[in-house]
């Protein structure tokens, strides 16, 4: 029979059942190994002792003092109903004052034999309060016996005690109590590290990491241990990366390469503007990736306005030029039907195909949402199946078994982080063989979170903005410190309509939710406030009886249906309305050049990129843009500093590290939605550039010199546990 490893040994074996229970549901700590590596959050020192005369509250001390008396009470509880509860009382003194220790349940035992009047011992632990009393809960403690006294109180008092991320149903004391009892098992961790590397760069082996990680016996043992640590969670994710670029690499893909005097020619003809540097930059790049026998891989970013679509449709042509299809995946409806609008318009005659009028390298552009007519719908994808649409534009109902292409060489995916990699592979499936891909995002990404999220993706970045964009002005309006900066606001909006442009209205909320009681409840930031983030109906109600009374006012949300929402952009397109209240509906890519104002209400519900986003809506076209950050956050607060931040630059990836500093970061890198990313314990992204950086440099040269990892056990095995969890991962998301 194999003997289990030491680190998978189960914990219920090691530990007991009810413990490792509540450390599978709580922590989700499954065995010996999940349990090495769930690191201490922070440390406290023991610290310098405290007389009891000023013991300082809520604060970790450390006393020297003699026992003055211990007593045991017994008393019925609901856990012991009969009168068995145990509580020990230990009062302590050290000549300027007195304390009262106490402990309970099992707890009890240990001291009661040990702490006898006249002992003198160290005690430490936090200070809190009862019946109006100065008590110290379950204190650590170490007897003191012999004239060395001071020796001990001073190695004692200056350790360094580890609390670790813990929950009401286990304290930190426990999991570190645990931690004491499995740590000797470290010593037998496999490293993943290659031995050349770890030398190469003077890290610590795993063993001798867990072990100063858990037990430092100096600041330096932790910072030591850390950068170890994070070298390994670096490390393994980038090769996970770099293995899946290199099994890429080997894929076969068609070579598409444009025609001279094709489709793509007759397009650049017609453009009435020249490309910016940085767009033909970045269409070079990725016509070179189009013209090899391996699929491309790129992620496009660039900010709002940047001319993203204009790079990607470019690319779609060059692909139809050489004899294949394009498919262009967005996340929203509505965001699919204005990408087909603005792409027919672009291409005018040269998206007409078999049309009267069409010219001859014509091809047609379809669309295909969830929400067609029968009929469209069917002729959609007979043109897909037949090859006369050599462009399709759509919703995820491009990823459904149904829809069959003649002959896909290229999807462009927009807006990256609203897809999960398992639907980029299923549009991807649809080729004969693995088309090339090109994911466009307009959010943009520090590079860290680039190498980590997108790994899989060479980058390209346009960073210019197109002639003719206006700068855009952001202002914060304080609501309720200054109701007359409100006033100001709509009177702004007025004026901008006056002088024949347009205005958005932005809320966090649609307003007919209230049929359903659990979606009206408010979050616990809203129950401090009493007031639920300001609705779409309410505001747009509002406005027309109020401020903005005698304008056109319409609203648009996501519960609409999708002709009315199409019929609602149209009119707002056209001009025929004047204010649109809406919610992040129009977040991602409504172009509307004659919007030049917008008003964001409750701002402070938005995250930083978001709202980025959204202000890229207006100053689309020759007249300056204005956005207006509605908040009744007090000035003080968090949530106003970060809507001044958002005012004071329009650099996007200024923003999103901010962004990403405000959030947790498992939030930033669940968004690649793949559990591999949200693993991470001690890498910060924002802050272990470098380790990044170089991790992913050592990952590519370690797969490149043997991609099936056959020399590299320890790596090997770290990367299948990575993997694992990112295959539960995909299976928990069905």
């Keep these: 029979m194999d003997l289990v490893p030491a680190l998978e040994e189960p914990l219920k074996k090691v530990l007991g059942p009810a413990t490792a229970k509540v450390m599978a549901e709580h922590l989700g700590l499954h065995t010996v190994g999940d349990l090495l590596h769930h690191y201490p959050r922070r440390y406290e020192e023991r610290g310098q002792l405290t007389h009891l005369a000023d013991l300082p509250m809520d604060e970790h001390v450390t006393v020297v003092a003699q026992v003055a008396d211990a007593r045991l009470h017994t008393f019925a509880s609901a856990k012991a109903p009969r009168g068995k509860g145990q509580r020990l009382e230990v009062t302590i003194t050290d000549g300027s004052g007195r304390l009262q220790l106490v ?170 503007f020249t490309l910016t540097e940085g767009q033909q930059k970045v269409s070079r790049e990725i016509f070179a990736d189009l013209a090899t026998e391996h699929p491309m891989h790129r992620l496009l970013q660039g900010e709002v306005g940047s001319g993203k679509t204009l790079v990607a449709l470019r690319a779609m042509l060059a692909v139809v030029d050489a004899g294949g299809q394009a498919a262009m995946l967005a ?156 006033a100001r606001a709509w009177e702004r909006v007025r004026e901008e309509v006056a002088g024949g442009h347009q205005a958005y209205v932005v809320c966090p909320r649609i307003g007919d939710e209230e049929d359903d009681p659990k979606k009206a409840r408010k979050s616990p930031e809203d129950e401090a406030e009493k007031r639920p983030p300001l609705a779409v109906l309410d505001v747009a109600d509002q406005l027309a009886k109020g401020p903005l009374q005698g304008l056109r006012i319409e609203v648009l949300h996501g519960r609409m249906q999708p002709d009315d929402k199409d019929a609602v952009m149209r009119r707002f397109a056209a001009g025929e309305t004047d204010v649109l209240v809406a919610t992040t509906v129009i977040e991602v890519g409504v172009n509307v050049p004659n919007a030049t104002v917008m008003v964001i209400m409750d701002a402070d519900r ?16 020759s007249a300056p843009g204005l956005c207006l950050l509605v908040t009744e956050m007090p000035e003080a607060s968090a949530a106003r500093q970060r809507l001044n931040a958002v005012a004071s630059t329009l650099d996007g990836f200024e923003l999103s590290r901010l962004d990403l500093e405000q959030r947790r970061e498992g939030d930033v890198l669940g968004q690649a939605q793949s559990g591999a990313r949200t693993s991470l314990r ?35 095995t770290a990367l299948e546990a990575l993997l694992d969890e990112e295959r539960e991962q995909y299976l928990e998301k069905g």
């Excluded at 632990?125 to 100065?134: A, C, E, K, M």
């Excluded at 995250?607 to 100053?619: A, D, E, T």
């Excluded at 370690?702 to 090997?716: I, K, W, Y």
Aim: hydrophobic residues 45%.
């Design 103 to 272: 402990f309970f349940g099992n707890g009890v035992h240990k001291p009661h034999k040990e702490l006898l009047p006249g002992t003198r011992a160290l005690f430490a632990g936090r200070v809190s309060v009862f019946n109006r009393r100065l008590q110290l809960a379950h204190p650590a403690y170490e007897p003191l016996r012999g004239d060395d006294v001071t020796e001990a109180v001073d190695s004692w008092a200056g350790a360094l005690i580890p609390l670790y991320p813990a929950t009401a149903k286990l304290e930190s004391w426990k999991i570190a109590k645990a931690v004491q009892t499995v740590l000797p098992s470290a010593q037998e961790a496999i490293d993943p590290l290659p031995e050349s590397l770890r030398a190469g760069r003077g890290l610590l082996s795993l063993p001798e990491a867990l072990l100063k990680i858990h037990c430092p016996q100096t600041k330096a043992d932790i910072a030591d241990a850390r950068s170890r640590l994070k070298w390994d969670e670096a490390f393994v994710l980038q090769v996970a990366l770099a293995r899946r670029r290199h099994a890429e690499t080997q894929l076969p893909a068609v070579a598409r390469k444009p025609k001279p005097d094709g489709l793509l020619a007759a397009f650049d003809d017609r453009l009435p």
């Design 331 to 486: 996340p929203t409806e509505v965001l699919a039907q204005q990408h087909h609008r603005s792409i027919v318009e672009m291409m005018g005659e040269l998206a007409e195909s078999g049309m009267l009028g069409g010219a001859e390298q014509a091809t047609k552009v379809v669309l295909l949402t969830g929400s067609m007519g029968a009929a469209a719908r069917r002729q959609a994808l007979l043109d897909l199946a037949t090859g006369e649409a050599g462009i399709v534009i759509g919703t995820h109902a491009l990823i459904e078994d149904k829809v069959q292409f003649h002959d896909l060489g290229l999807v462009v995916v927009d807006e990256q982080h609203r897809f999960g990699v398992e639907q980029r592979d299923a549009l991807r499936g649809k080729g004969r063989q693995p088309p090339h891909l090109l994911v466009m995002t307009a959010t943009p990404i520090p590079r860290t979170v680039a190498m980590t999220v997108f790994g899989d993706l060479e980058t390209s970045v346009l960073d210019q903005l197109p002639a003719g964009r206006s700068p855009i002005a952001s202002h914060v309006v304080p609501a309720a410190d200054k109701p007359h900066f409100l």
């Design 606 to 621: 938005f995250g930083v990129s978001q709202l980025h986003q959204l202000r890229g809506r207006v100053g689309r076209g």
């Design 682 to 716: 001690v890498l910060a992204v924002i802050d272990d550039e470098e380790i990044i950086a170089q991790a992913r440099e050592e990952a590519a040269a370690v797969v490149a010199a043997d991609p099936d990892l056959e020399h590299l056990p320890g790596l090997r």
